[in-house]
């Protein structure tokens, strides 16, 4: 009991020295089914457990072998109450000469993050404006009955309906940003609140799933821009990204004219992921998940939708409508969302700390009052990835932070035009495809 070795001390023995462990023996259990990880250099078995874990398996398996203790910090809100859950699953500590980071990891780094992240809860960034969240909710809701009236007063005609398919575009995109902000956490102290209020927003304002989403979101938070692990850029052999294009480069796997891919990308990408593929991975995950709550909740979003516009387009002509609202605004999420990501670094699993995997992954866009409503405050995607809890009105503040310790380590801290982000989506495709696969 106490020496390193395989554990055999149970949770309940209380008062008992814990086994002491080394990184070699915690490397052994990244395996599925058996998985362990290492929080503030305390062990903890999560095999079994992992499955009841509120952000899905695979989001708490993806740190198995690894110090989670950063990405601990990042994903929650109340440490003293999730550590409840952790307890029993505790097995061990490192031993006291083992790192707290297994690998070449920059200790300095990691060190003063933390600090880092110590400021940023002293200055009270984690606190969130509900009169900020209020508007945007308020301002989503007005667009959603302006573009209604416009149909009732005007008329089905062209430009009146080419209006309001704008109009309810914008209110589409601006919800998934409301529906972000909550899926985070970030609006209301009560992760419980969060959680109600975003399947209001994401069902009944969207017509799709909450929890769908949040097990897409968080492994991309949790891995960003990793193969197999992060569910946005696992998008091959249909498109070659990073290090993809380098492996299907040397074994002249071509299933597609992946030089070409960047002209295709305007046929499959920007107009169908929303209308497309996330209709129905959305629907599928319900299905299979028996998640029957967001199911009717997504069905209260096509009732309300239909029963507004059939009486002025008839069946038909509300179906086009929304085809063309979920069109525009597919355009909108695949742009702003990838502007930060594609052009970054795409590959596989580097067990790089904390900070230095969410920098290597995202860039910031230059900020302007519309900029930041327009994205939904996203074009802070560095501030947003380290902290990701953050209410989005407070990444101006922490931003200059940020850039200092990025400064002081060496790390790039990227800042784009708007439309230079943009075409660099494009850029980065066409590179990795005729450079590498071709």
Not at 107 to 116: S, V, W
Not at 210 to 223: D, L, P, S, V, Y
Not at 237 to 256: C, H, I, M, T
Not at 284 to 313: E, G, H, K, N, T
């Amino acid at each position: 009991m106490g020496g390193v070795g395989e554990p055999d001390w149970e949770p309940g023995q209380r008062g008992a020295p814990l086994p002491t462990l080394r990184w070699e023996q915690v490397r052994r259990h990244n395996l599925p089914g058996d998985k362990w990880l290492v929080i503030e250099r305390r062990v903890y078995d999560i095999s079994r457990w992992a499955q009841r874990h509120p952000g899905g398996s695979r989001l708490i398996g993806h740190h198995g072998a690894e110090d989670a203790t950063d990405a601990f910090h990042a994903f929650h809100q109340d440490l003293s109450f999730v550590r409840k859950f952790l307890q029993p699953l505790l097995i061990g500590e490192l031993a006291p000469e083992e790192p707290s980071q297994d690998g070449p990891q920059n200790t300095q780094l990691i060190e003063d993050f933390r600090a880092l992240r110590q400021a940023v809860e002293d200055m009270k960034l984690f606190e969130a404006k509900p009169a900020f969240f209020g508007l945007l909710l308020g301002h989503i809701l007005a667009m959603e009955v302006l573009a209604w009236l416009m149909i009732y007063m005007l008329g089905p005609g062209w430009v009146p309906s080419t209006l309001a398919a704008l109009i309810l575009a914008i209110s589409q995109a601006q919800s998934w940003c409301l529906q972000h902000d909550l899926g985070h956490t970030s609006i209301f102290r009560n992760s419980r609140w969060n959680h109600l209020a975003q399947q209001f927003v994401m069902g009944q304002l969207k017509g799709f799933s909450a929890h769908w989403w949040n097990f897409r979101h968080f492994q991309h938070h949790a891995k960003p821009n990793i193969f197999h692990k992060d569910p946005d850029v696992t998008v091959a052999p249909v498109f070659l990204l990073g290090e993809s294009s380098v492996e299907y480069g040397k074994k002249k796997r071509r299933y597609l004219p992946y030089n070409h891919q960047h002209l295709y990308f305007f046929l499959i990408g920007p107009p169908l992921l929303t209308l497309v593929n996330f209709e129905v991975e959305n629907l599928a995950y319900m299905l299979v998940c028996m998640q029957w709550m967001d199911l009717l909740w997504a069905a209260s979003f096509y009732a309300r939708f239909l029963l507004s516009y059939i009486p002025f387009y008839g069946i038909p002509g509300a179906l086009l409508l929304f085809v063309a609202v979920r069109v525009l605004e597919s355009h909108w999420f695949v742009w702003i969302t990838q502007m930060n990501h594609i052009p970054r670094e795409i590959g596989h699993e580097k067990h790089r700390d904390w900070a230095s995997s969410q920098l290597a992954a995202t860039c910031n866009v230059e900020p302007s009052l519309f900029i930041d409503w327009f994205s939904g405050h996203l074009n802070f995607q560095i501030e947003h990835h380290l902290f990701p809890t953050m209410p989005r009105h407070n990444y101006r503040r922490v931003a200059p932070l940020v850039k200092a310790l990025c400064a002081k380590h060496g790390l790039s801290y990227e800042v784009k035009p708007f439309l230079t982000a943009l075409v660099d989506i494009i850029r980065a495709q066409q590179e990795e495809a005729t450079e590498r696969a071709g």
